[in-house]
């Protein structure tokens, strides 16, 4: 076949059951296809997927749908507008390969024990800056109630909802 010559097969299968599990919604897999680079190793000759701007992830961008929380691992399957995902799901083999890293990410990673206290350590590490900055976007009790409560943002005529991280694990 001609696309492992050109596209790292299992990079790409890695990236989309990443961006399935976290609910990437403003990645390749939303509306606006966008906030990732494909780039060419030039020592192996092919292409890879590298995402960028993952801010809007665990429902964080909604992508206008009512309430993401999950996806099913087959979200735009049959989009011709989606090749690289599409095109790559359609060989058995790579399609099953496809489930077993999402399965590996849910048995190994997305999980609160796992998950939990890196966010702990994540808040440890920024919260003297977030509370230094007056042009933050969430006032510190949204940066605490975010991790165990569903918050809702307000600015201006714009409001969004945001579950939080516990709860949306």
């Known amino acids: 076949q001609v696309l492992p010559k050109v596209l790292d097969i299992d990079n790409a299968l890695w990236f989309h059951a990443s961006a399935?599990?976290?609910?990437w919604l403003d990645s390749y897999i939303g509306r606006y296809v966008h906030n990732?680079?494909?780039?060419?190793?030039?020592?192996?000759?092919?292409?890879?997927?590298?995402?960028?701007?993952t801010n809007g992830v665990f429902g964080?961008?909604?992508?206008?749908?009512?309430?993401p929380t999950t996806l099913t691992p087959w979200y735009h399957e049959t989009n011709v507008n989606r090749p690289l995902f599409s095109k790559v799901v359609?060989?058995?083999?790579?399609?099953?390969?496809?489930?077993?890293?999402?399965?590996?990410?849910?048995?190994?990673?997305?999980?609160w024990d796992v998950i939990g206290p890196r966010i702990a350590a994540c808040q440890n590490l920024i919260r003297a800056e977030m509370q230094k900055d007056p042009h933050r976007?969430?006032?510190?009790?949204?940066?605490?109630?975010?991790?165990?409560?569903?918050?809702?943002?307000r600015s201006g005529?714009?409001?969004?909802?945001?579950?939080?991280?516990?709860p949306f694990l």
């Not at 399935?20 to 609910?23: A, E, G, H, P």
């Not at 964080?60 to 309430?67: F, I, P």
């Not at 005529?157 to 516990?166: D, N």
């Open 20 to 23: 399935n599990v976290i609910v």
């Open 36 to 53: 990732f680079y494909l780039y060419t190793d030039e020592f192996h000759g092919r292409m890879s997927a590298m995402p960028w701007d």
């Open 157 to 166: 005529w714009f409001s969004s909802r945001i579950p939080g991280m516990k």
């Open 137 to 153: 976007l969430y006032t510190m009790q949204q940066f605490a109630d975010g991790v165990t409560k569903e918050l809702t943002i």
């Open 90 to 111: 359609q060989v058995p083999k790579w399609r099953e390969r496809y489930l077993s890293h999402i399965r590996t990410i849910l048995e190994q990673e997305y999980r």
């Open 60 to 67: 964080g961008y909604t992508d206008g749908q009512r309430s």
